[in-house]
């Protein structure tokens, strides 16, 4: 059974930092594309990064480049996004997501809010 179980969101102060984690199970995670996507209120889904099975290419969106970092350890079958600076306009469920070959799969999500 796949599950992608995200954690570490909550509530932070703007300028603040956040750590993602999106623990991985039932799938071959080292062959995986793994992305982090966020949805705001009333807003449509969106990519915020990406990165590739060995990490050889990594993709962010405008709004978070330079800001946001994604990563991955293969061996804890596990993928991160390192939030820092953040805004309130980075207030979001922000979920996880994997493709592997023509299969994809999401998470439940975790809630990320900025407000002071």
């Known amino acids: 059974q796949v599950q992608l179980v995200e954690s570490g969101g909550g509530l932070v102060q703007p300028g603040g930092s956040l750590r993602l984690s999106c623990a991985a199970s039932?799938?071959?995670?080292?062959?995986?594309?793994m992305s982090w996507y966020r949805q705001a209120p009333g807003k449509e889904r969106e990519l915020v990064a990406s990165i590739t099975s060995t990490g050889g290419i990594i993709n962010y969106a405008d709004s978070v480049k330079g800001r946001f970092t994604i990563s991955r350890d293969n061996a804890k079958n596990t993928a991160y996004l390192q939030m820092n600076s953040l805004k309130p306009e980075d207030t979001a469920v922000y979920y996880c997501?994997?493709?592997?070959?023509?299969?994809?799969?999401w998470g439940h999500g975790t809630q990320v809010t900025v407000s002071s």
């Open positions: 997501h994997r493709i592997t070959g023509v299969k994809l799969s």
């Open positions: 039932g799938f071959t995670f080292s062959s995986s594309i």
